[in-house]
């Protein structure tokens, strides 16, 4: 079942949407050479909470962690570890989600430590890029395959050529962190649910420099290319409003990254 909310729904899972940018930002400022990932995983924890909220990872189905820390050829689900201290130039997706009064939220980030070479810098901002795309097409009387048309487009009209990760992607997201629809990134648009007032969505593209099948470790959750090449990850939960877009995840709703697009997002 696809849960659809009311105004006054979508205005409380701003508030976890809010609560979850602030521990993403609060963690990205920690990012150095010599940090660990259990550092960062208690720096977002404690701004959770310190916000009344909870963290909606931990404990998800025994997940240990408030964020999942995925470095380098980590996709997604990298699990933190106080012994797992980041080097310069390492590229880290920080993955992280809150519950406030009973709405979940879900955004994701990928930094480099300290300086990026030109071939992550150009991986992250297509990655980014190809999300805002997606997001620009949360729009009411569309359908579900309009935003993964819009990732997909994005990340194909590129010179270089970027592994589009199969399987994965985005969901629907209220009352629990996963629901109903799964949201891919690539397909034909035009397809799937009517893109309803009242849905929430986290759109999460994830892409690769090089071939983008995948392996999930035996550790259960971490997943990494097969090949060994680098990937990047990013995700903003968003809400479809008869004003247009509204990221709840995002500190001023969207309004800066959905403006390249020609889309004026509800603040």
Same mark, same amino acid.
């Given at each position: 079942m696809i849960q659809i909310k009311t105004p006054h729904e979508i205005g409380l899972m701003r508030a976890s949407g809010l609560v979850t940018a602030g521990a993403i930002a609060a963690v990205k400022a /920690?990012? =150095?050479?010599?940090?660990?990932?259990?550092?960062?995983? /208690?720096?977002?924890?404690?701004?959770?909470r310190s916000a009344g909220a909870v963290p909606n990872f931990l404990g998800y189905h025994g997940f240990t962690g408030t964020i999942c820390a995925s470095i380098n050829d980590e996709v997604v689900h990298g699990i933190p570890n106080p012994d797992r201290v980041l080097a310069e130039g390492d590229n880290i997706s920080i993955d992280c989600g809150a519950i406030l009064q009973g709405w979940h939220s879900d955004s994701a980030v990928t930094v480099t430590v300290g300086s990026a070479s030109a071939e992550d810098a150009g991986l992250l901002e297509v990655t980014e890029r190809s999300m805002w795309a997606g997001l620009a097409k949360a729009i009411a009387g569309g359908r579900l395959t309009d935003i993964s048309h819009a990732v *997909? *487009?994005?990340?194909?009209?590129? *010179? =270089? =050529?970027? +592994?589009?990760?199969?399987?994965? +992607? +985005?969901?629907?997201?209220g009352t629990e962190m996963h629901q109903d629809p799964h949201v891919l990134n690539y397909g034909r648009a035009g397809r799937g649910p009517k893109l309803v007032p009242g849905l929430v969505l986290a759109i999460e593209p994830m892409v690769t420099i090089g071939d983008p099948a995948t392996v999930e470790l035996d550790d259960g959750w971490t997943v990494v290319t097969k090949d060994g090449s680098r990937a990047a990850h990013f995700e903003h939960s968003v809400a479809i409003t008869p004003e247009g877009p509204w990221v709840l995840t995002a500190e001023d709703g969207g309004v800066a990254g959905l403006a390249p697009f020609g889309v004026t997002a509800r603040h």
């Open positions: /920690a990012v =150095r050479p010599g940090v660990s990932t259990g550092e960062l995983d /208690a720096i977002a924890e404690d701004h959770i *997909e *487009e994005s990340i194909t009209a590129n *010179e =270089r =050529r970027y +592994g589009i990760v199969d399987h994965y +992607g +985005g969901h629907g997201i």
